[in-house]
């Protein structure tokens, strides 16, 4: 098994910046990528980006590329999201996902096999 926790979420203005990190335990052997989903009240849970432990290599939806940035510390088994120019619909729970080994990099939910419970980001004035 592997758990993920999550922190780093708050409230914040428009255009400012927040950092999530979420550090894995366990098996983390075992997982290949992770990514930050999001989910905003009576929405479903939608993509935010992804990285692979190995090469780093990263995905990222369009409403948040060339705002925020992934990163991974493999000696710390923790991956972070700096979210830069945040706007009033970033808002949501974030939560961090990890994938088993030998998947790809993916964008939907079925494609990560662990998860966390979640940190609340609100941007709001």
């Known amino acids: 098994q592997v758990q993920l926790v999550e922190s780093g979420g708050g409230l914040v203005q428009p255009g400012g910046s927040l950092r999530l990190s979420c550090v894995a335990s366990g098996r983390t052997f075992s997982t290949s990528l992770m990514a930050w989903f999001r989910q905003a009240p009576g929405q479903e849970r939608e993509f935010v980006s992804a990285i692979t432990w190995r090469f780093g290599v990263t995905s990222y939806s369009d409403s948040v590329k060339g705002r925020f940035t992934i990163s991974r510390d493999n000696a710390k088994n923790t991956v972070a999201l700096q979210m830069n120019s945040l706007k009033p619909e970033d808002t949501g729970v974030y939560y961090c996902?990890?994938?088993?080994?030998?998947?790809?990099?993916?964008?939907?939910?079925?494609?990560?096999?662990?998860w966390g419970q979640g940190t609340q980001v609100t941007v709001s004035s």
């Open positions: 996902a990890a994938a088993s080994a030998g998947r790809v990099l993916g964008s939907k939910r079925d494609d990560y096999d662990y």
